[in-house]
Each structure stands twice: as C-alpha cells, then as structure tokens.
C-alpha cells in the first residue's frame, strides 16, 4: 500500500506504508539517534509529534516486552524511516515493529531519503503535516493543546526500591570512582515526589536502584495541598509547550518558596525556569537524539547526552547560573541555584535510549537532599 507525506509549506514525499494503514497528522520532528527506537517510540515528549528517523535501518531488532518500554504504548502520531527491515533478529524481540505499529493504530512510511527531508526542516523548521494513506485529512495541530495533561498519571503512585544484594553492589562498584556518590544506605530514608508530566519509566528506575522511595503524582496534583510527606521534588520530562503546564509552575515555585530541593529534566529544566522568573523559546528544530555534546559549564568537560525537546530556556532566573551548555548551538542544557539545591538539566541522564554518561546527576542531586 502506497502513501504520502504531506508538510505545510507544500512538500510531497511519497512512500510505501508498513504501519496501521491509517491517515494522521501532527508535528513534523526528526532524531538523529541510530539504536533505541522502542524506548523512543514509548517516550511520551513524542505525544503530537511525527517522527522520522535518519538512522537507514530500523525495525532490524524488533520490538522488546513491554517492560523495557518508557511508557504503555506508542506515543508517536506517525513513523518516517528510510529502510523499513521486517526480519529481525534479537533474543529480546516479541514481535516486529509493523506489528507493532498496526496493533496501535499508528501510521508509518518508508520513503527514499529521510536525510533530504531532514534537511528540509533543519532549513525550514519543524512543522506541522500528516501522513495519508487512505484518505486525506485535516491538519492537527498539537502545539495549540496542553499534552501534558494528556500524557501525565491520573493516580498517585508510591513506590519502594527493592533491589537485590548483588544489584547494590554492582551499582556501588560502578559508582565508586564519582567524588559525588549518595549510597543506596544514606537514600532509605529519602522520599521524592516525581511530578508526571510524561515522564520515562527509567526517571523512576534510577532513583529506585538507589534506595530512594518515590511518589508520582499528576501534573496537576499540589503536594503541599495535599500533605504529602516528602524530602525532595522532581519534575519530569513531557511533551509540548511548557508555558501550558501552569498548574505544575505553581507548584515548583512552591517547593523553591519552601526551600525543597528540586530536580527537573528535560521539560522539567523548562519548568524550574519559568517557575523562578525566567523564560523558554521554540527551537527552530530542536534536540532529538542519542549524541548531543552538553559542556560543563565553565570547564572544557564534555558530556554526550540523549535529548528530545522542541523547548529551550530563553532566559536564565535570577540566583541561578548555567550548570550545561550545548556545545552545538550554545543553547542552555542546565542551571543550578548559586545557593539553594534547586537544579536542572535538558537532557536526559537515565538515557533510555543512549549514553549514561551523565546518570551521575542523580547521585549529585540526592546528596544535596539534607
């Protein structure tokens, strides 16, 4: 079955379809990361987004259980890829990725050069467009809806790290060599409220293989209100706009009038920033991938880091200072309080997919948890 992809400003591509074979449209994205396509389809920062992929080869590995996922399901709107493999080999696979696809109603092309279309929109910026395979549609547009109240948990969930022996000691032996290093004993007792703004199940996993205790709660759900026992708060990464996540905001200004410490990632980084007075701005077309270079802020280290965002802060609050830097385009990857422990990242340290170069960041912020 043949069909198109169709952009805004007037671009074709056509393609052959191997997904659900079903129209839908939404915001034109492209990643540039080459394994990971599981934990990115599920990584609900997709919720809107038509993804192309730059890697040639995808589907070759399959499609793991569903407890290697980010979330319960493909978040993704469409799939653009370039070689579509429909025989794969892995010991993890369950199934392949058009099985995948259809079994979720979710619409994929394969097409000559996903590179010339990439280069399109890095020109132009992302935009809006739809995938037909049937019959044509009306354009969606999922910057005008708040998707992280589409995305976030309708429950409060509480969660306690049960690890085994040899997974503590592993982990410590990993870790041993980082002069920022909060043990799995000294975290039993600390508990974190993870808002759910979309967050990646690993966010969870990470502070679990830690001895942390976490609470996860909707974007929307006031902590303080509600009289939750807490040490620390930790606002996750999500979809769209941030600006739109009001109700979050007036929780994290909360946590900072009260002195809590708090993490953010991804679009948490944009959260803390508008909760503490600064600003955000739409990138022309943004960070989706498994290699983007993030800088120490006032040192030559550089770190490789998984991103996915369309977002990024404007203007830096005062009392905070950069902690990263992107060493692509000079846009702001972090900022820390020159004095509270309130901090935040762009990227993603519990990788899923990618590096895990950065994972020491949870370690730094739990030892600043008194």
Known sequence: MQGKLILTDGKMYEGTSFGAPISNSGEIVFATGMTGYPQAFTDPSFSGQILILTYPLIGNYGVPSQQLWESDNLQIKGLIV???IDTPSHFQSKMTLASWLKKEKVPALEIKDTRALTQHLREKGVMLGKIIVNKDIPQYDPNKINLVAQVSTKKVTYETSVIANTVKQSHTQKIAALPTVARNDANK???????????????????????VQTITVPWDYDPFENKLNFDAIFISNGPGDPKMADKTIITIKKALANKIPTLGICLGNQLLALAAGGDTYKLKYGHRSQNQPCLLYGSDRCYITTQNHGFAIKEVPQEFEPWFINANDKTIEGIKHKKYPFMSVQFHPEAAPGPMDTEWIFDYFLERIT
């Open 82 to 84: 370039s070689n579509y």
């Open 189 to 211: 007792s600390k508990t974190i409220v993870i808002i759910d703004c979309g967050a990646k199940r690993n966010i969870t996993r990470c502070f679990l293989k830690r001895g």
